[in-house]
């Protein structure tokens, strides 16, 4: 008898979606080239979308979810890959069109792995996750556009969430002056201990403002998208860049040509799905050299499996602080 092993599957229903803890064999994984005995995976708004069903986020069904996981290669026939070999993986439509990290094990084309760095634990690589990642090539948008520490404040929205709380850690570790928007102001210690300077209330980018506002940021970081992104960019100082990451406030974009072609501001789009290995690496990389683990503790809670279906309708309901990580043994 082959031997089984947890997942959660996901399966459409005539009146839904069902979410359920399996017992499954790896001929039930989909294609691939290295199979991958998972250890950790975690919780981002994507997920949350696919294990709640607010979104049409899952494209086969059943379907195991987890758009990150961490662990130890068993078998490859690819050439890059053997076992033994610590890697991660995030994005490349897994966990949404290919079966995910919500499970102990997962069979994934080789192509869409990197090297675990090894500055990180597999738990810390999920601490640090799509979300983590993500927040990386953001500050490296910044950088590769001229905006340096003494340019002045970086905004990040969503400040809260997990690519807000790394962004935050990371800036403050690379010398910026970051700046928390977020609807919690009872956060504000924890996004000041993550090193933000300020924490200002994300109302005030709620509401439709001026095409051009009073020149306040050097950069941004934004997650949010919509109005809020619209008054970001309307308060970007002359030449500033920001980095746009998210939709978690809408993907409609009201706003006018003016900071483009008045101040020379860049919008940077920042895609963590399809991205080259390459540009992982490079973000991979700096995540270990200017991440302080000792913060990225701080925002991170450990849950199981069984604990994933909860965790995914407090991060859509916006209660999640900080990141998730999915210990997939527990």
């Known amino acids: 008898m082959a031997d089984t092993f947890k997942a959660l599957m996901v399966t459409k229903t005539d009146d839904g979606q069902s979410v359920d803890l399996k017992d499954i064999t790896d001929a039930e994984l989909m294609e691939g080239d290295v199979t991958v005995a998972v250890s950790h995976s975690t919780v981002n708004y994507k997920d949350g979308l696919a294990i709640t069903g607010s979104a049409p986020i899952l494209r086969a069904s059943p379907m195991i979810p987890g758009i990150d996981f961490s662990g130890e290669v068993v078998s490859s026939e690819h050439a890059d890959w053997k076992p033994g070999d610590q890697v991660v993986l995030n994005g490349f439509g897994v966990g949404e069109g290919h079966s995910g990290g919500y499970a102990q ?6 192509d869409w792995l ?5 500055a990180f634990s597999d738990a810390d690589a999920m601490a640090i996750g799509t979300a983590g990642y993500t927040a990386m090539l953001c500050v490296l948008a910044l950088e590769k556009h001229g905006i340096g520490p003494k340019d002045g404040d970086i905004l990040v929205t969503g400040a809260n969430g997990g690519v807000g709380s790394v962004a935050i850690a990371l800036l403050a570790k690379l010398g910026y002056r970051p ?9 504000a210690d924890y996004l000041k201990g993550l090193g933000a300077v300020d924490v200002i209330d994300r109302q005030e980018f709620a509401e439709a403002g001026r095409p051009l506002g009073k020149e306040r940021w050097a950069g941004a970081v934004d997650s949010v998208g919509s109005t809020t992104l619209a008054n970001v960019i309307a308060q970007t100082k002359y030449g500033g860049t920001v980095a746009a990451c998210g939709l ?8 006018t040509v003016y900071p ?7 919008l940077a789009g920042i895609d963590s799905v399809m991205a080259p290995r390459g540009i992982r690496e490079e973000a991979w990389s700096r995540l270990a050299k200017d991440l302080d683990l000792d913060k990225l503790n701080a925002m991170t809670t450990i849950t199981g499996l069984g604990g994933v279906e909860a965790a995914a309708a407090d991060i859509m309901a916006g ?3 900080g990141r998730l990580v999915v210990d997939v043994s527990a």
């Open 260 to 266: 483009f072609i008045l101040r020379g501001i860049t």
């Open 248 to 255: 978690a406030g809408g993907m409609d974009l009201p706003a």
């Open 105 to 110: 094990r997962a069979r994934v084309n080789g």
């Open 319 to 321: 209660k999640i602080r």
């Open 114 to 118: 990197v090297k675990r760095p090894s």
């Open 179 to 187: 700046v928390a928007s977020t609807g919690r102001p009872e956060e």
